[in-house]
């Protein structure tokens, strides 16, 4: 079992892994750790915020091998055990300390010469990607900035939006509607207010309703897509509306008047005599209504054929073709 306490002079302690353990498993109980102690997750616990702050310090330099072996060599000469080869305490690759890192070059050897260490965004681990798995988004990057100095300055960072899918009917994106959604903010219940004339896929932003930011920032948006069902009476074209109406081929040839559903109102339709099938006929403004100006209903005339004749029907039909 991982121990989960302080120990600022000791990686390995802070992350509480052994000195053997493989990358798998100090990548494991970090993930663990900075899901526990990330400040987004404690708003204003120091306490917290100074552990997060040194469990990642811990990670970016056991996760990479280069960095970890550099380090296990200091470690080996007590670096941070208060000996006599410096007295170090706390980050052995941030400021202060009186640590003489030339004389651990060449291998480790004392006397070896001058030697640069570089540990932060130039280094071979980032782990602002690893932050971003783990609290699904929440935060981006590490608010300590890649390099971890306990003097760096902390930005606010804005939350990330949120997306969501709202399903509503034909009728209702035409005549508009509100429908209720659960948040992720402890189960909040959240009135929408959909507007009418709103198309298949259109979006609407709630601002401030998204993800929480780090360090005070501002919150993300919720972005909400709606996508309205087909209706078995009319389909939609920009402004205008597209029906159908059925007729036997004798009111085709002789004309009629037939009842069409419009989105207000029902109207009759006159027909007139040799109407030919797929006809359309329009219906001036009884489209969607947008400001001053409405679009118009297209109704397309369906003929029904019959598929069988009695004798006689047969018998005029020659009679009208003779």
């Known amino acids: 079992m991982y121990t989960d306490t302080m120990n600022s002079s000791d990686y390995y302690k802070a992350l509480g892994v052994s000195e053997s353990a493989d990358k798998a498993e100090i990548k494991k109980v970090f993930r663990r750790l900075a899901k526990k102690y990330h400040p987004d997750r404690n708003p204003g616990d120091a306490a917290a915020e100074a552990r997060f702050k040194e469990i990642s310090e811990a990670y970016e330099t056991l996760s990479d091998e280069k960095k970890r072996a550099e380090y296990d060599t200091m470690r080996r000469y007590g670096a941070f055990q208060g000996g006599p080869t410096g007295g170090f305490s706390g980050n052995p690759f941030g400021a202060g300390g009186g640590f003489d890192f030339s004389q651990f070059a060449g291998g480790g050897r004392p006397g070896g010469g001058s030697r640069t260490f570089s540990f932060g965004t130039g280094g071979g681990v980032d782990i602002s990607d690893l932050f971003s798995q783990i609290l699904g988004g929440q935060g981006g990057a590490s608010p300590f900035g890649g390099r971890p100095k306990a003097t760096r300055r902390r930005s606010r960072n804005r939350g990330s939006d949120v997306s969501a899918i709202v399903t509503i009917s034909f009728m209702e994106s035409i005549q508009g509607t509100t429908r209720m959604i659960q948040t992720r903010d402890k189960g909040q219940k959240l009135a929408v207010k959909i507007p009418a004339g709103i198309n298949h896929n ?20 919720l972005i909400i897509t709606v996508k309205v069902m087909k209706d078995q009476n009319f389909e939609r074209k920009g402004n205008d509306i597209y029906s159908s109406v059925e007729i036997s081929f004798i009111e085709a040839i002789k004309g009629c008047k037939k009842n069409v559903k419009t989105l207000t109102r029902t109207v009759a339709l006159t027909i007139p005599p040799g109407t030919q099938p797929g006809a359309n006929m329009r219906l001036k403004g009884m489209g969607l209504a947008v400001g001053d100006k409405n679009g118009d209903q297209y109704v397309t005339i369906n003929v029904t054929i019959p598929k069988t004749l009695t004798e006689q029907q047969e018998k005029l039909l020659d009679e009208w073709e003779g």
């Not at 601002?207 to 360090?215: E, K, P, R, V």
């Open 202 to 221: 259109g979006k609407i932003r709630l601002a401030g309703q998204g993800h929480f930011g780090s360090y005070g920032g501002e919150r993300g948006n």
